[in-house]
């Protein structure tokens, strides 16, 4: 790929590398190579990671409960659910 091509792909806009004289402009490579570095970034970020990697392994937070072994339910923090759908997770000790 050329220098600038991940930068673009990801939507940041990029340091055009000519001026009106056909002459570089000077860090115009440099900028656009931390550009792609930062998408690159931004895609591994947004990447479903397993559990093994450190990751959940999902797309929703349900399934990512699911997967970690986290059960959710409806009920207050003593319930025998351990958890509750609004996103709070309540841990019950014996």
Aim: no cysteine.
């Amino acid at each position: 790929m050329a220098i600038g091509d991940d930068a673009t792909a990801a939507g940041f806009p990029v340091v055009p590398d000519t001026g009106d004289g056909g002459e570089v402009r000077l860090g115009a490579q440099e900028i656009n190579r931390t550009r792609d570095f930062v998408a690159q970034v931004k895609n591994l970020v947004l990447a479903v990671w397993p559990v093994n990697k450190g990751g959940t392994g999902a797309t929703t937070p349900a399934n990512a409960r699911a997967n970690l072994g986290i059960r959710s339910g409806t009920g207050p923090a003593n319930d025998a659910n351990g958890g509750s759908t609004d996103g709070n997770i309540y841990i019950r000790l014996p």
